[in-house]
């Protein structure tokens, strides 16, 4: 039979949050549990006391600086005396490991006298990651947003300006200043839907509808529409598809992935023609998209399939890195799939199979 | 020779459209390129070139690399350069402007290097 102290002490030690006490004022070693080692790599010193914990456990904050030892938790709440919490230390660990801590260091008082600063460690390695992600995707989507704005508010602001100047203009000019800003606005729609499906893929809200739909002459609508959409930088396209290919899906989500597929295409695909085929077997339909572009590596070819990935860098390819996740998840909400062929520099297939009758 | 050339470098086809839509109107003559390698072949055909509005990001050659093959060419390197980007980078002590510039700004930076 385990006494309380007994129990206590297998609690602490089992907790899921690393937990370490020192006395104050001076910082002397008193106890830690076992997932503070884990977090930290290395099992508690007794040796070190405040002003000297950056360097044997590596702490250091963000930017890879040792910890201020004035900054420390422990001293924080010992100047504080009251809880503080302390988010934007790293551990450096011995193995290489870089964890994100954050800590909650509360003092514990004897009477009115400042006795111990229990510390307890929480690993947000994950969290701060989930964190950057979020914050490389502002970037990028507000970049993304600001190429067709700014030709958008270029456009506008000359057109008034040739308006205003008072020269005479024909109908058909006006017509294709209307038109071309028409284009940009309806660019940047499409790009609002992107950004929007993120939350609707991941709250799974993409619910798909079941209408009467002819692939083939969605596939031969997207084909043409694809230049507009790429604004007008699409390579030649070789199309190979049958007369018709009737059968029942939502006809949007479809039209997105064949423009996700193209737009892919063109833009690794460095000018080079593209080939599009669509044939049918009885019970799938078989869309295939290849390139000659800059083709995928082994490695990278589970990859970009995530969210906010690509294969390649970004200061070469702009984009949101959503255009095959994307296909993805509608694809196997129709219970289909897609299968890649490709090699570095070789150019690249990407085939989606649906059901189709 | 015409100081009055622009060359702009963009791989929006859209946006360099544009662009080139309104500062032809403007009276200057423009030269269009998707990136880096097509305004390298630009810049060897055409010996009248004023200006190079450069976007950064850009498949293949992209600005950074482009201005560092300009920084090694006697001529190239003299023409005047102005980055017009949508990202937060830039190319050091390199005037900088937004793609969200305004339209009267834009005409006054153009005019200013094309003089």
């Given at each position: 039979?385990?006494?309380?102290?007994?129990?206590?002490?297998?609690?602490?030690?089992?907790?899921?949050?690393?937990v370490?006490?020192?006395?104050?004022?001076?910082g002397?070693?008193?106890?830690?549990?076992?997932?503070?080692?884990e977090?930290?790599?290395?099992?508690?010193?007794?040796?070190?006391?405040?002003?000297?914990?950056?360097?044997?456990?590596?702490?250091?904050?963000?930017?890879?600086?040792p910890?201020p030892?004035?900054?420390?938790?422990?001293?924080?709440?010992?100047?504080?005396?009251?809880?503080?919490?302390?988010?934007?230390?790293?551990?450096h660990?011995?193995?290489?490991?870089r964890?994100?801590?954050?800590?909650h260091?509360r003092?514990?008082?004897?009477?009115d006298?400042?006795?111990?600063?229990?510390?307890?460690?929480?690993d947000?390695?994950?969290?701060?990651?989930?964190e950057?992600?979020?914050?490389?995707?502002?970037?990028?989507?507000?970049?993304?947003?600001?190429?067709?704005?700014?030709?958008?508010?270029?456009?506008?602001?000359?057109?008034?300006?040739?308006?205003?100047?008072?020269?005479?203009?024909?109908?058909?000019?006006?017509?294709?200043?209307?038109?071309?800003?028409?284009?940009?606005?309806?660019r940047?729609?499409?790009?609002?839907?992107?950004?929007?499906?993120?939350?609707?893929?991941?709250?799974?809200?993409?619910?798909?509808r079941?209408?009467?739909?002819?692939?083939?002459?969605?596939?031969?609508?997207?084909v043409?529409?694809?230049?507009?959409?790429?604004?007008?930088?699409?390579p030649p396209l070789?199309?190979?598809?049958?007369?018709?290919?009737?059968?029942?899906?939502?006809?949007?989500r479809l039209?997105?992935?064949?423009?996700n597929?193209?737009?892919?295409?063109?833009?690794?695909?460095?000018?080079?023609?593209?080939?599009?085929?669509?044939?049918?077997?009885?019970?799938l339909?078989?869309?295939?998209?290849r390139?000659?572009?800059?083709?995928?590596?082994?490695?990278?070819?589970?990859?970009?399939?995530?969210p906010?990935?690509?294969?390649?860098s970004?200061?070469?390819?702009?984009?949101?890195?959503?255009?095959?996740?994307?296909?993805?998840?509608?694809?196997?909400r129709?219970?289909?799939?897609?299968?890649?062929?490709?090699?570095?520099?070789?150019?690249?297939?990407?085939?989606?199979?649906?059901?189709?009758? | 020779?015409?100081?009055?050339?622009?060359?702009?470098?963009?791989?929006?086809?859209?946006?360099?459209?544009?662009?080139?839509?309104?500062?032809?109107?403007?009276?200057?003559?423009?030269?269009?390129?998707?990136?880096?390698?097509?305004?390298?072949?630009?810049?060897?055909?055409?010996?009248?070139?004023?200006?190079?509005?450069?976007?950064?990001?850009?498949?293949?050659?992209?600005?950074?690399?482009l201005?560092?093959?300009?920084?090694?060419?006697?001529?190239?390197?003299?023409?005047?350069?102005v980055?017009?980007?949508?990202?937060?980078?830039?190319?050091?002590?390199?005037?900088?402007?937004?793609?969200?510039?305004?339209?009267?700004?834009?005409l006054?930076?153009v005019?200013?290097?094309?003089?």
């Amino acid at each position: 039979m385990l006494d309380d102290a007994e129990i206590i002490a297998a609690v602490a030690n089992d907790l899921p949050v690393g937990v370490w006490v020192a006395r104050a004022p001076a910082g002397e070693f008193v106890y830690a549990n076992r997932a503070f080692s884990e977090i930290m790599g290395m099992g508690a010193r007794d040796d070190v006391v405040a002003g000297g914990y950056a360097e044997p456990y590596g702490i250091c904050d963000r930017a890879g600086r040792p910890y201020p030892e004035a900054q420390m938790p422990f001293v924080r709440a010992l100047v504080a005396r009251a809880t503080v919490v302390v988010d934007d230390i790293v551990i450096h660990r011995s193995d290489g490991k870089r964890v994100n801590v954050r800590a909650h260091a509360r003092p514990l008082f004897h009477g009115d006298e400042l006795s111990h600063v229990v510390i307890a460690f929480f690993d947000i390695t994950r969290e701060v990651a989930a964190e950057r992600v979020r914050d490389d995707f502002i970037s990028a989507a507000s970049h993304e947003l600001k190429t067709p704005i700014g030709a958008l508010q270029m456009r506008v602001q000359w057109m008034l300006q040739q308006l205003g100047g008072g020269a005479p203009f024909g109908h058909t000019q006006v017509v294709g200043w209307a038109e071309a800003a028409l284009r940009q606005v309806r660019r940047l729609g499409r790009l609002s839907e992107t950004l929007l499906d993120v939350s609707r893929i991941r709250s799974g809200r993409i619910e798909l509808r079941r209408d009467p739909v002819d692939l083939a002459q969605l596939l031969r609508d997207v084909v043409a529409r694809v230049d507009d959409d790429l604004g007008g930088a699409a390579p030649p396209l070789h199309l190979e598809a049958p007369e018709r290919l009737p059968g029942h899906a939502d006809a949007l989500r479809l039209d997105q992935v064949i423009t996700n597929l193209l737009s892919n295409a063109a833009k690794y695909g460095q000018g080079r023609p593209i080939s599009i085929s669509l044939s049918h077997d009885g019970k799938l339909a078989r869309l295939e998209v290849r390139d000659s572009g800059v083709g995928i590596a082994a490695a990278d070819r589970e990859r970009i399939f995530q969210p906010f990935e690509r294969a390649v860098s970004p200061d070469s390819y702009a984009g949101l890195g959503l255009g095959l996740w994307i296909v993805q998840e509608i694809v196997s909400r129709m219970h289909g799939h897609i299968l890649l062929d490709s090699q570095p520099g070789a150019g690249a297939a990407i085939a989606v199979e649906v059901p189709w009758q | 020779v015409s100081r009055r050339t622009v060359l702009i470098v963009d791989d929006d086809q859209d946006f360099r459209g544009t662009l080139s839509e309104v500062l032809g109107a403007a009276g200057y003559r423009t030269l269009e390129a998707g990136d880096g390698a097509q305004a390298l072949v630009h810049l060897e055909a055409d010996g009248a070139i004023g200006l190079i509005l450069l976007d950064l990001m850009m498949p293949g050659i992209n600005g950074w690399e482009l201005h560092r093959q300009l920084l090694q060419h006697e001529h190239w390197s003299t023409i005047p350069l102005v980055v017009l980007t949508a990202g937060e980078g830039g190319l050091g002590d390199i005037p900088r402007l937004s793609k969200l510039v305004e339209l009267a700004e834009l005409l006054r930076t153009v005019d200013e290097y094309c003089r």
